[in-house]
């Protein structure tokens, strides 16, 4: 796959609209089209770069509406867009399973009979079935590719400081693979300048560098392959060190046939359960995903994505197998170690596709389907066969007469095409209503995802304070021991370690309850633990004026569209009712046979609307069209208070959070970790230790508190306007 695979004399626009055209006739090939089928199959064998045809397919136009959000909000950035081609990625569906990093992404995607089988499969007998198959791996490949751009922008976010886009990378996958770099005993191979390992540093690891011409005195001098570290770690990271073909691998006559020395190596530094982060700009991988499952490694799959850029490098990420790191992390946080962890992106797609109230709405839509394809029917009403029989007598001769008809009752005067409107205004407002249980469900996924993150950030505070109290008992232990202090001091660390205890059991207890509760609305069942990863909101710029922003819900809240289309429907039965009234004839044919003589003759029927003139349907159409026009007046009052209510509630929990900015909690911490020292070298004493502990507990969690209801006023004000309905194409993500 490579950037001339299109012609040159073809722009950009051109081969999206060929694209689209593409995509639209596989759709039509997977409804049973032979001619769009064959069609389709001319289309692809001519195209010279298969596989990037369809990821193109897969990353434009395929998926659900979120992650084309996210593809397309990818795409506006040129730079990025051209660095990190969302057609040119590791691909579940394409590689099945086994990413080969140790190959160029090209290499590797080529590699794949993924996507000549998809072309013999739509040439074959079959043709509709492996379309149908297509679609379904066209989708899985767009929700991957969303993720990715979602994990893009944040990477974007955080690039800076000296850190370039291949470190802050190593740096986020690194951070999914260990949870915390707390404590950690962390290895860089190659730090060069030293911007990630202060990274690191900062962030709480204990760091040490190994680099063959070092430029910061921490690093030691030497190769990784030979010199001593004196230790095991926790985490290993590299970038752009370990690589096949680059020149310094050259020098080292090949680095694959170093593959099972290095990965040896590797693994000796290591700790039990240690990882190993590798990414290479321009260069694969000297190993492959088998020699390391081998070697003893476990290769981690998503959610830890792999960004592959434009110059084909390749990354990856292992875990030593035998998890006694993650077993300590999980005895010192005293919990499971979470087993599932998602993104908002995915929380939101699993919901879409498994919540059970989403379900039932949906019946509802095909329900009313089932009503407009009958409701198009030419002639609503069967045939009717009329036949008799019997014995002429009298006279000298008896005979047998008969007699057989058919006749067929015709709509003359448009009620089939008020049938018709009725059904489809129907159809509009079941759909209608499900983007309305779309937009509340993804409403109450953005609150319980951030209330879950705000619990889970809520859990740690309660830990680190757990922590504290227990340096602080020791503390004061040795204090009485030494004399400096009374006994009265360490009661009161006791006292403070114990309600400590308390706190973080119900932490731990808000913790499950919040994953209970998004749990609910993913609707899945099983009981694997559940986490989210991602960042609570902070305070942006203030919205749009309350004006505005109800202009904006009217016009796009599928509530209104669903009042507006039963508005229509009543209507239109109220125009079906008054043509019920009307007589329908029927026409048809006879023959009759008397004695020797046989009679064919044509037949009208016409009922007389004498008494019964449709009067019931007509006065109960009418009452639900003044119903459905109350109804709508409502909804628009109702949308119009909620717009408001939900702008008040979003200014007042902004003004909230800003409150808790990063100055004044930096501020707390500080004062924390003085405070902590101070009481250690008898400055101050415990009651005065004890005061700036729950200050900064206090306002650490208030802090919290006030994110989590920002996040949970994010989300209603976006409802409220419509910003989260997934059938509007400008419901893009405003916050990457």
């Known amino acids: 796959m490579t950037e001339s695979s299109d012609c040159p004399e073809t722009t950009s626009g051109e081969r999206g609209a060929q694209a689209q055209a593409r995509y639209h006739t596989l759709l039509r090939t997977a409804a049973g089209s032979s001619a769009d089928q064959n069609s389709l199959v001319q289309d692809l064998s001519q195209q010279p770069d298969l596989l990037g045809s369809l990821l193109e397919l897969a990353v434009l136009f395929a998926g659900p509406a979120s992650a084309r959000a996210w593809c397309e909000h990818h795409q506006l950035r040129a730079g990025w867009r051209d660095f990190v081609p969302l057609h040119r990625q590791e691909y579940v569906a394409v ?95 190659g730090p060069r300048e030293g911007h ?185 009403e069967n045939p009717e066969l009329v036949a008799g029989a019997g014995q002429r007598s009298g006279g000298l001769n008896s005979s047998l007469d008969l007699e057989l ?90 006292v403070e370690r114990g309600q400590a205890v308390r706190a973080l059991s119900r932490a731990r207890t808000e913790l499950a309850q919040a994953a209970a509760e998004l749990r609910l609305l993913l609707g899945v069942t099983d009981a694997e633990p559940l986490s989210v990863e991602g960042e609570l909101p902070s305070v942006g710029p203030p919205p749009p004026p309350l004006p505005s922003l109800v202009q904006t819900a009217l016009s796009r809240r599928p509530e209104l569209r669903a009042a507006t289309a039963e508005l229509a429907a009543a209507q239109s039965q109220r125009v079906l009712a ?12 006879a023959y009759r046979r008397e004695g020797a003589e046989h009679i064919l003759a044509g037949t009208l029927s016409i009922p007389i609307p004498l008494f019964n003139r449709n ?53 707390v911490d500080q004062n924390l970790a003085l405070g902590t020292d101070a009481y250690r070298s008898g400055k101050i004493d415990f009651l005065q230790l004890l005061l700036i502990r729950r200050s900064a507990i206090d306002a650490e969690n208030a802090a919290i508190d006030s994110l989590e209801e920002l996040s949970t006023a994010q989300a209603e004000l976006d409802r409220a306007i419509g910003l989260a309905d997934p059938t509007n194409p400008h419901a893009a993500p405003s916050k990457p």
Not at 121 to 141: F, K, N
Not at 352 to 376: D, I, T
Not at 424 to 438: G, I, K, P
Not at 633 to 654: D, G, K
């Open 578 to 589: 008054g043509k019920e009234a009307l007589p329908n004839p029927a026409l048809g044919v």
């Open 95 to 189: 590689l099945r399973g086994d990413p080969r990093f140790d190959l160029k992404i090209d290499e590797a995607l080529r590699s794949s009979n993924w996507a000549p089988d998809q072309l013999a499969g739509l040439g074959g007998e079959r043709w509709a079935d492996a379309a149908r198959r297509l679609l379904t791996d066209l989708s899985e490949i767009a929700l991957e590719a969303g993720r990715l751009a979602e994990w893009i922008a944040l990477m974007r976010g955080r690039i800076g400081s000296g850190l370039h886009a291949l470190q802050v990378q190593a740096l986020m996958r690194a951070s999914l693979a260990v949870e915390s770099f707390d404590g950690l005993k962390v290895l860089e191979v």
């Open 405 to 494: 008809g058919v006749q067929q009752r015709f709509e003359l005067f448009g009620q089939r095409g008020a049938r018709i409107d009725t059904a489809q205004a129907s159809v509009n407002a079941a759909q209608a209503s499900l983007d309305a249980e779309r937009l509340n469900l993804l409403a109450k996924i953005r609150s319980a995802f951030g209330r879950l993150l705000a619990r889970q950030r809520a859990a740690t505070v309660a830990e680190e304070s757990l922590r504290l109290g227990g340096d602080a008992l020791g503390a004061a232990r040795a204090r009485l021991s030494a004399g400096e202090s009374n006994r009265l001091e360490l009661n009161a660390a006791i």
């Open 196 to 380: 990630l390992l202060r990274e690191l540093q900062r962030a709480g690891a204990e760091v040490q560098g190994v680099d063959l011409e070092p430029l910061i005195p921490e690093v030691s001098r030497g190769d990784f392959m030979t010199v001593g570290l004196g230790g095991s770690f926790d985490l290993l990271i590299a970038t752009s060190v370990f690589e096949v073909g680059s020149e310094m691998s050259k020098t080292d006559a090949s680095a694959l046939s170093r593959s099972p020395a290095l990965l040896r190596r590797i693994r000796d530094v290591l700790s039990p359960g240690g990882v190993v982060v590798l990414e290479n700009l321009g260069f694969p991988i000297p190993f492959s995903a088998t020699q390391a499952k081998a070697a003893g490694f476990e290769v981690l799959p998503h959610p830890v994505p792999s960004v592959n850029h434009i110059h084909g490098g390749r990354g990856c990420t292992l875990r030593k197998i035998g998890g006694a790191l993650a077993l300590v992390v999980a005895i010192l946080a005293g919990t499971p170690a979470l087993a599932r962890t998602l993104t908002l992106t995915e929380a939101e797609t699993t919901a879409l596709a498994h919540n059970a109230e989403l379900a039932g709405v949906e019946s509802q839509l095909a329900q009313a389907k089932a009503r407009l394809g009958g409701a198009s029917l030419l002639l609503q």
């Open 615 to 667: 009067q019931t349907g007509k006065g109960v159409a009418s009452a639900a069209a003044a119903q459905a026009q109350s109804l709508l007046s409502a909804t628009e009052a109702r949308i119009r208070a909620e717009v408001e209510l939900a702008y008040r509630r979003y200014q007042e929990a902004a003004s909230a959070a800003s409150v808790y900015g990063q100055e004044v909690r930096g501020a």
